[in-house]
């Protein structure tokens, strides 16, 4: 029976494999559970970094005289 899930192999060096497997064991999770978890966490991460970067740059060209006030856009 072919998995529900598309599945990835990952080559750890010994001591961080050493250190998954004891992380999931102290939660009481498998190690597949944590490792994509822990990915999961590692993209949002990514992503939260790319929206900061993004944010920096448009605040670089904000102009307060070319910004439309809180009334324009919502009204009162």
């Known amino acids: 029976m072919p998995a529900k899930n ?3 192999n990952v080559v750890l060096e010994k001591p961080l494999y050493n250190a998954i497997h004891d992380l999931a064991e102290d939660e ?5 559970m944590l490792m994509r978890d822990l990915v ?3 993209f949002e ?9 993004f944010a920096t740059e448009r605040e670089k060209g904000f102009d307060r005289c070319k910004a439309l006030r809180h009334e324009d856009v919502w009204g009162k």
Request: no cysteine; net charge neutral.
């Open 40 to 42: 999961k966490e590692a």
């Open 6 to 8: 598309p599945r990835v």
């Open 45 to 53: 991460l990514r992503e939260d970094r790319a929206l900061a970067e």
């Open 28 to 32: 009481g999770v498998s190690m597949s």
